[in-house]
């Protein structure tokens, strides 16, 4: 099996039918697949979240995929530190790219992993290796763990709640798509700010 197969087989409609399915082990389903996608970035976060939302109603689907999300995250973050200095991640570690974003993270801390964190399209698995990597605090990661999912993982879960009003009511659904679209926009704003930061460093090297 592929991963085009595996990334078609993950749908909405797939997803809830897995959670009926295991509707017995109560909520743990929901926390098992927000946290595996800590460890594995083909996982579909959004996807999700949303049947999170529309199997267990808004607040409760929210609190679900939140509590997965972040404990996935720390445990993540957890075992790099624990391990980091083994072969393979000090591989990843020497890698121009992974050390530019490593001292970027450890020169403005809290800020840009929160900022990461508030994009449901960020790469999780990734942000967290490279947190662990680097010399940010424990309490700074948590914190923004904590708070950066929270703002992702509601702003997904409303969507998922309903998904009927979003044909229903048109302008909700306007609503969320230019919120989408603002959380696209200002993480490749970001992303672009850490580009931006990398040539400098770069040219400043060279000089």
């Given at each position: ?10 749908t ?12 017995s ?6 926390i ?19 049947a ?6 808004l ?30 991640f000090?591989f990843?570690?020497r ?22 964190y508030?994009?449901p ?27 950066g ?10 969507i998922?709640?309903?998904?009927a ?27 672009a700010?850490?580009?931006l ?11």
């Open positions: 099996m592929d991963i085009e197969t595996i990334k078609q087989w993950f909405l409609e797939n997803v809830l039918l897995v959670l009926e399915q295991y509707r082990f109560g909520v743990l389903p929901g098992v697949a927000t946290l595996l996608e800590s460890f594995f970035p083909i996982l579909p976060m959004f996807i999700f979240v949303m999170n939302a529309a199997a267990f109603g607040w409760k689907g929210f609190l679900i995929s939140w509590i997965g999300a972040c404990l996935g995250s720390i445990l993540v973050f957890w075992l790099t530190r624990k391990i980091g200095q083994k072969r393979f000090r990843v570690s890698h121009r790219k992974v050390r530019q974003f490593m001292y970027w993270i450890e020169r403005h801390g809290f800020g840009p992993v929160f900022l990461l508030c994009f399209f960020t790469p999780s698995a990734v942000v967290n290796i490279v947190a662990g990597l680097s010399r940010i605090s424990r309490q700074q990661f948590v914190l923004a763990v904590l708070l999912k929270m703002v992702m993982i509601f702003t997904i879960s409303f998922g709640y309903d998904i009003a979003l044909v229903k009511q048109p302008l909700r659904t306007i609503a969320i798509a230019v919120v989408i679209i603002l959380l696209w926009y200002t993480g490749k704003r970001v992303e700010r850490f580009s930061t990398e040539k400098q460093s770069n040219e400043g090297g060279a000089e």
